[in-house]
């Protein structure tokens, strides 16, 4: 940018160094405290039980790089929506948080009156997050793409949206009804509720973080392996890759829970509870960053039975069996150096990796319900009369209730993940 | 005369407009330079290209971390950042907690144009850190300052010939790109400090004594304590 320092540069400086003087006598008055502030309510204070899902429900798309197409028939679409709707209102949930409705606003509707129809009384808000070219009151230019999170709740808890907060990506805008995408946009969906018979409100959140190229401990080690034995020399870059979809959600939580204790600090809350599809494991990066803002794994504290795989290929016939014979563009183009036979190594530890189960969706909190006795599953598992869940992934449910019994007559198993980061809350 | 007058005053409004995550309107914006800062090191440091880097820093006296550095160039040029310094504790490798900075600078020749980087500043000795300390730096004489080696395989050798104060890495959109420090002012933000510790504090009351703290900024130090093989406590 050319010589440093001249006269008009020593001008600036000058000049910038008088505005950065004047600047303190603005500064807004000091905080009390920059701890995130809950006010966590006694147990006695809050219902008797209280229950909540976080669920996937698929979008029902074939995703390609620049299109997508409807992977099933409208009837398929149609009966699947009645099997996500039979299994929501057979607990309902007070509060149910989900991801990849399609399309949006229709759908997240179709909850409420299916719902309804049942004699349950929800309220829905929502927020797209892919929307691809789609004009006001028009069709998009990607036909059937329109979709993104929804919360619904009870009508007594009078959910209402706060924002759809963007998390990541620059190129684009969803709104309801229109907007325009040239990358991945993700957003997080927030909305509070009032607890009823009380004036205590929660902040609530869907969200779905950045899905990139996806790997996790089992595939890294095997292929670290290779590289150590000289076998793979791009190995570093691979790891970069996977590195960069790893940081780009670390920075999506970053932005959400900003907002959310900026939001804190402004408005009393009770307490925190957000459920999604976050794309990492509780070996990943990600997850030990989640816990560092002071976030908890509800999975680690609650009481439940068996595996919490909720992308399961070795149990859920909807996940596609081609996803695991395609390795991506990103590790072809890193092993393309290597020996056949190093190439067919590593393509294989992959295809064994994408058939791993995985726990990813996840219900994480601060300060809610927290004497209540908390019990977990896993949730959507039912199947159709031809064995397909209805969804890709399989959901999580919580339990809350005041009368602490059950929790004491089961167990809880040991919790891996509970090991990660002791002592950040 | 007047024409400098007026791409001095243009430059000054387009760095103002360009956005910046540490620009302290309250909490949060001060919580998203620590956030950007966690983020711009993570990228510099996980690179496969960076092998000097990543064994220098275990000797490094601190680290200055700018995630936003605007450069704007009409003949006249200016480069606006804001960023973070911590230093290293020769003992335990533990990384300290953040002192907020600002940093201004100006060139002139060729150039038109603004353009976005990322960047951090390895503190390489004593006199360096004790720079960082005082309330106001001018890059000049005195102080040295070297561009750092990019590539693999290079993390030896090379350290012996970089008797610099400080050794600069910058990225733009993620190629490697060339920050020029000579002239540039960096001001410490005392405003900044008040705001994120809740109490007036100085560069050596947060750097040196350790009598300001945030949990918020643990992400953060635990990266940089992690890089540079020290052993992070959860407190």
């Keep these: 940018m050319g010589r440093p320092l001249t006269w008009p540069a020593l001008l600036m400086s000058g000049f910038t160094m008088v505005t950065l003087l004047l600047l303190p006598s603005c500064a807004p008055l000091l905080p009390l405290q920059t701890e995130p502030v809950f006010a966590p309510s006694p147990a006695e204070a809050l219902p008797e039980s209280f229950t909540v899902v976080t669920w996937n429900v698929w979008h029902g798309l074939d995703t390609g790089e620049f299109w997508v197409t409807p992977a099933e028939s409208p009837e398929e679409n149609q009966a699947r929506l009645q099997h996500q709707v039979a299994q929501l209102a057979a607990e309902w949930p007070d509060v149910i948080f989900l991801q990849e409705v399609n399309p949006l606003p229709e759908r997240a509707l179709?909850?409420?009156?299916?719902?309804?129809?049942?004699?349950?009384?929800?309220?829905?808000?929502?927020?797209?997050?892919?929307?691809?070219?789609?004009?006001?009151?028009?069709?998009?230019?990607?036909?059937?793409?329109?979709?993104?999170?929804?919360?619904?709740?009870?009508?007594?808890?009078?959910?209402?949206?706060?924002?759809?907060?963007?998390?990541?990506?620059?190129?684009?805008?969803?709104?309801?009804?229109?907007?325009?995408?040239?990358?991945?946009?993700?957003?997080?969906?927030?909305?509070?509720?009032?607890?009823?018979?009380?004036?205590?409100?929660?902040?609530?959140?869907?969200?779905?973080?950045?899905?990139?190229?996806?790997?996790?401990?089992?595939?890294?080690?095997?292929?670290?392996?290779?590289?150590?034995?000289?076998?793979?020399?791009?190995?570093?870059?691979?790891?970069?890759?996977?590195?960069?979809?790893?940081?780009?959600?670390?920075?999506?939580?970053?932005?959400?829970?900003?907002?959310?204790?900026?939001?804190?600090?402004?408005?009393?809350?009770?307490?925190?509870?957000?459920?999604?599809?976050f794309n990492f494991e509780s070996d990943f990066l990600e997850y030990e960053e989640a816990v560092m803002l002071r976030l908890h794994d509800t999975y680690s504290s609650a009481t439940r039975t068996g595996d919490f795989s909720t992308a399961d290929p070795l149990r859920n016939a909807r996940i596609d069996p081609r996803a695991s014979l395609a390795t991506p563009k990103e590790l072809e183009r890193e092993i393309a150096g290597e020996s056949v036979e190093a190439q067919e190594v590593i393509r294989a530890a992959y295809r064994t990796e994408m058939a791993r189960p995985r726990r990813i969706d996840y219900l994480f909190v601060n300060g809610f319900f927290p004497d209540h006795c908390l019990r977990q599953e896993l949730f959507g598992t039912g199947t159709n009369a031809a064995g397909f869940p209805a969804s890709d992934h399989f959901g999580i449910l919580s339990r809350y209730t005041r009368d602490r019994s059950p929790c004491r007559q089961q167990a809880r198993p040991a919790d891996p993940a509970s090991s990660v980061a002791p002592g950040a809350r | 005369?007047?024409?400098?007058?007026?791409?001095?005053?243009?430059?000054?409004?387009?760095?103002?407009?360009?956005?910046?995550?540490?620009?302290?309107?309250?909490?949060?914006?001060?919580?998203?330079?620590?956030?950007?800062?966690?983020?711009?090191?993570?990228?510099?440091?996980?690179?496969?290209?960076?092998?000097?880097?990543?064994?220098?820093?275990?000797?490094?006296?601190?680290?200055?971390?700018?995630?936003?550095?605007?450069?704007?160039?009409?003949?006249?040029?200016?480069?606006?950042?804001?960023?973070?310094?911590?230093?290293?504790?020769?003992?335990?490798?533990?990384?300290?907690?953040?002192?907020?900075?600002?940093?201004?600078?100006?060139?002139?020749?060729?150039?038109?144009?603004?353009?976005?980087?990322?960047?951090?500043?390895?503190?390489?000795?004593?006199?360096?850190?004790?720079?960082?300390?005082?309330?106001?730096?001018?890059?000049?004489?005195?102080?040295?300052?070297?561009?750092?080696?990019?590539?693999?395989?290079?993390?030896?050798?090379?350290?012996?010939?970089?008797?610099?104060?400080?050794?600069?890495?910058?990225?733009?959109?993620?190629?490697?790109?060339?920050?020029?420090?000579?002239?540039?002012?960096?001001?410490?933000?005392?405003?900044?400090?008040?705001?994120?510790?809740?109490?007036?504090?100085?560069p050596p009351d947060i750097l040196v004594a350790g009598t300001a703290h945030n949990w918020y900024s643990a992400r953060l130090r635990k990266a940089l304590t992690r890089a540079t093989g020290g052993q992070w406590e959860d407190r």
């Design chain 1, 110 to 277: 179709a909850y409420v009156e299916g719902l309804k129809a049942k004699g349950l009384a929800y309220r829905q808000v929502h927020q797209v997050d892919a929307c691809g070219i789609r004009r006001r009151g028009g069709p998009g230019l990607i036909p059937g793409l329109n979709n993104g999170l929804v919360i619904l709740a009870k009508e007594e808890l009078q959910l209402q949206k706060l924002d759809g907060l963007k998390l990541s990506g620059d190129l684009g805008q969803c709104e309801s009804g229109s907007g325009y995408q040239l990358e991945e946009l993700r957003y997080g969906l927030l909305a509070e509720i009032t607890v009823q018979g009380t004036t205590m409100k929660y902040l609530v959140v869907s969200v779905h973080l950045h899905s990139g190229f996806e790997a996790g401990t089992p595939f890294l080690s095997q292929v670290g392996a290779l590289y150590e034995q000289g076998r793979f020399a791009r190995y570093p870059w691979l790891q970069w890759n996977i590195e960069q979809s790893r940081l780009r959600r670390i920075g999506e939580l970053d932005v959400l829970m900003r907002d959310l204790y900026r939001r804190s600090r402004e408005k009393q809350y009770a307490g925190i509870v957000i459920g999604g599809d």
């Design chain 2, 1 to 202: 005369m007047r024409a400098a007058c007026c791409a001095v005053i243009l430059l000054v409004v387009l760095i103002g407009l360009a956005p910046s995550p540490g620009v302290a309107e309250d909490l949060s914006d001060l919580q998203e330079l620590v956030d950007e800062a966690r983020l711009t090191f993570e990228h510099f440091v996980r690179h496969p290209d960076l092998d000097w880097l990543r064994s220098h820093l275990k000797g490094a006296k601190g680290l200055l971390i700018l995630p936003a550095v605007t450069k704007a160039g009409y003949v006249v040029g200016a480069t606006h950042a804001t960023g973070l310094f911590l230093v290293r504790d020769d003992e335990t490798n533990r990384w300290s907690e953040p002192a907020f900075y600002r940093a201004v600078g100006g060139s002139v020749g060729i150039q038109i144009g603004i353009a976005r980087s990322e960047a951090v500043v390895l503190v390489m000795t004593e006199r360096g850190k004790q720079s960082l300390l005082s309330s106001t730096l001018i890059f000049g004489p005195g102080l040295t300052v070297a561009v750092g080696p990019f590539g693999r395989s290079i993390s030896g050798g090379i350290s012996s010939s970089l008797a610099a104060d400080f050794v600069t890495y910058s990225s733009s959109r993620g190629a490697m790109a060339s920050l020029t420090l000579g002239g540039t002012v960096v001001v410490v933000r005392d405003d900044a400090h008040a705001l994120y510790y809740g109490k007036p504090v100085t």
